[in-house]
């Protein structure tokens, strides 16, 4: 049975850690950066090509497709969507690596979302910011590991943020704080279940609690609720492995991100689970089905 694992040129601790457990379940193993593949539209026929392999011939992909490759990736799984299994929608790409869309599809599915808004120029977030109630989080659109989100406790300090927002030309995106002790869960989705989760703790005097930013994980025991809420989420988004993000606010349990190319070190770290192993024994076993 062959693997092949689409990921970026520098591949980071997760990709490495996937291909060396799945060398483990796989007979065969192969890692393709994305900008090496090649879309050829041939004879009436379409191919996604690494040289002169023919990415077809894998009975199964990983996708660990970056944002900024979205749209090539994209095309690359809807061709071959259909003819080899892969663990995602290819559309989850774009719902994915798009903050307010993802936070959009949710609340479609009637999942619990923060109030969010979203606009392009200051002047019509005038009104909006008057009303909300302090403190708000303001994002960038695409941002990951907690950068490029801000809290802001007052109109003008939210105004700072958002006139530099509109200087890059960058979408104004205000978001509802949802109360908690600087502390968030991070559940991770394989298939119909959370197979690991973590509590995701903010180091003194900061309120982001991504370890990207210096945040602690320690091993939490998630409520089945939680876990639905998790899976949920996955499955809303057409994606069968992914990381969800979860606050427990006085309102219950909100979903604040979902994560379509989640890490797993701090998860494996703090959870003592071989994440990498349960993924490629996962892709196998629905290879096999």
């Not at 291909?19 to 890692?31: H, L, Q, R, T």
């Not at 991070?186 to 982001?208: P, T």
Request: charged letters at 25%; a positive charge.
């Amino acid at each position: 049975m062959k693997l092949a694992i689409l990921g970026p040129l520098k591949r980071r601790h997760e990709e490495i850690r996937l291909i060396g457990e799945a060398k483990k379940v796989f007979d065969s193993v192969s890692y393709f950066c994305i900008p090496n593949l090649t879309v050829e539209i041939t004879d009436g026929e379409c191919f996604v090509k690494h040289k002169n392999i023919d990415l077809s011939s894998f009975d199964c992909i990983l996708p660990r497709i970056p944002r900024s490759y979205r749209t090539f990736g994209f095309t690359v799984l809807k061709i071959l969507e259909g003819k080899v299994f892969f663990p995602i929608k290819p559309i989850s790409l774009f719902y994915s690596h798009n903050k307010f869309s993802t936070l959009l599809l949710l609340k479609e599915n009637n999942l619990p979302v923060p109030e969010t808004y979203l606009a392009l120029k200051r002047s019509v977030t005038e009104n909006v910011l008057d009303e909300i109630v302090y403190p708000v989080v303001l994002k960038l659109l695409y941002g990951s590991m907690g950068r490029g989100v801000i809290f802001a406790d007052s109109k003008q300090s939210a105004i700072t943020f958002i006139d530099t927002l509109e200087l890059f030309k960058q979408p104004i995106f205000v978001e509802e704080y949802v109360k908690n002790p600087g502390e968030d869960i991070r559940a991770y989705v394989i298939g119909d279940r959370v197979i690991a989760s973590m509590k995701r703790i903010a180091k003194k005097n900061e309120r982001r609690s991504n370890i990207g930013v210096g945040g602690k994980g320690i091993k939490y025991d998630i409520p089945q609720k939680i876990a639905d809420l998790a899976c949920d989420a996955a499955g809303a988004l057409g994606m069968e492995i992914c990381g969800v993000d979860i606050i427990e606010g006085p309102k219950g349990p909100t979903i604040i991100e979902t994560n379509i190319n989640a890490q797993f070190q701090g998860l494996e770290s703090a959870t003592k689970r071989n994440v990498a192993r349960q993924i490629v024994e996962y892709l196998k076993e629905r290879v096999k089905k």
